[in-house]
């Protein structure tokens, strides 16, 4: 029997680093070749790591969330034949190191805290404080109560019962007949919260610490980031979509060939295309370290989508190229991409500006986060049917805010809100969406 120590592969995109965000094996577990033994990410992309040989798992080298450098040692395995460990040489961990648990300890990169251990058995879940069974009171004697059964007990001690609110049904009698005393409602209330009260409402002051790793933490970076160094600018406007959605509805009922089902967003794409094309600073990343403001000719949308994992954001790449139909065969493959965890890193990377929708929730008002280092984001709310006056009367119309962001430091006020009104101008008269 030898031992084979797996490295963290190159995983492309010139990187040098990758976080753990998960493992599929623990330390014990016996492992076939090309089975999945972790997942790693870097940037937005989630690269598994298999196994290239046949064995047993005796040691893991990393937590859940550790920075691990490209060529460290993960996993070491005891595997038939003599493996790829000389003994006493390389730079694999020494076949001594004990394996505690089947989720050991890992070596701390120099730059990152050592974690404090775990206790060998950690629970998922920290259980709520309840004292312990020794500090407990004693038990209350007294057969339980059978149900429906009228507690007994004297007018004092109801009254003081009714006043702190408790359900003398749920409170054990010692005297006669289970009778219930002064010193049974001390017992009782000495108990704790695990005990019902009237309300039915039990106390909890249990704690669960979530690490946050993996898509969540870049989440979280970027958000951080987008914060701290943009003074944003959001601006918020109605919209008429009536004779939108009408001309939406109608395009819907024309089924030609294989033609998507029409959402609001390739109109909203579209429109977005015509402001850009006035406006071309909108369609812009902004290095400000460098001081250069880089503004593409291509349009490149990218779509805020939610997924189990997180948020994300695939891009439409050259929207201006794109007709109404093809833009919304683009954003329906794109979010089931990323829905399903299989969008690439290309796909995910590269937009100009950016669309986020929160319509579908009922939100009437947003202020979105720009999408770093872009200095624009346009934001989707709920369509509600409202009274508008006509200058006569009132009538119902279909009405949409849309609220957008802009960074401050190269989007003044000013052409923030031509480049809105621009798009409420498209949406509201959408003719003018196909009018070149």
Do not use: C
């Amino acid at each position: 029997m030898g031992e084979h120590v797996i490295k963290l592969p190159d995983v492309g995109e010139g990187v040098a680093e990758a976080e753990l965000v998960e493992w599929h094996v623990k330390v014990g577990d016996l492992v076939r070749e090309d089975m999945v033994l972790a997942a790693v990410m870097t940037d937005k992309a989630t690269v598994e790591i298999p196994s290239p040989v046949d064995g047993e798992i005796l040691w893991l080298g990393a937590e859940i969330g550790d920075t691990v450098a490209i060529g460290s040692p993960i996993v070491r395995l005891k595997v038939a034949g003599e493996g790829n460990v000389k003994a006493g040489g390389g730079d694999a961990p020494k076949a001594e190191a004990p394996a505690k648990s089947a989720e050991p300890k890992a070596e701390a990169q120099p730059s990152t805290p050592k974690p404090a251990p775990k206790p060998a058995n950690p629970p998922a879940r920290v259980s709520p404080a309840v004292a312990p069974q020794a500090a407990r009171p004693a038990p209350v004697s007294g057969a339980p109560r059978a149900e429906g059964e009228k507690p007994l007990a004297s007018p004092a001690v109801r009254l003081r019962a009714k006043e702190a609110g408790i359900d003398l049904r749920q409170v054990p009698g010692s005297g006669p007949a289970g009778r219930i005393s002064h010193e049974d409602i001390d017992a009782f209330v000495a108990r704790g919260p695990q005990v019902a009260r009237a309300t039915g409402l039990v106390r909890k002051d249990g704690v669960e610490d979530i690490k946050v790793v993996g898509l969540r933490r870049k989440i979280a970076e970027k958000m951080s980031l987008a914060k701290s160094r943009i003074p944003h600018i959001t601006y918020v406007e109605e919209i008429d979509v009536t004779s939108l959605e009408e001309l939406r509805a109608t395009l819907n009922k024309d089924k030609r060939g294989d033609r998507p089902k029409l959402t609001l967003l390739p109109f909203l794409m579209r429109a977005m295309v015509k402001a850009i094309a006035e406006q071309p600073n909108l369609n812009a990343l902004f290095d400000d370290e460098a001081g250069i403001i880089h503004q593409h000719e291509g349009i490149h949308i990218g779509i805020a989508a939610q997924t189990p994992n997180g948020l994300v954001v695939p891009v439409v790449k050259h929207a201006e190229a794109r007709d109404l139909w093809d833009s919304a065969v683009e954003v329906n493959r794109l979010a089931d991409a990323a829905k399903a965890g299989t969008a690439s890193r290309e796909e995910l990377s590269g937009s100009t500006i950016t669309i986020t929708s929160l319509g579908a929730m009922g939100g009437v008002a947003t202020t979105p986060v720009i999408n770093y280092p872009e200095v624009a984001i346009v934001g989707v709310n709920k369509i509600m049917v409202r009274p508008v006056w006509d200058g006569t009367q009132f009538i119902p119309r279909k009405m949409m805010n849309l609220s957008s962001s802009f960074d401050h430091r190269v989007i003044d006020g000013w052409d923030a809100a031509v480049f809105v009104q621009r798009i409420k101008a498209l949406l509201e008269t959408p003719a003018l969406i196909f009018v070149d």
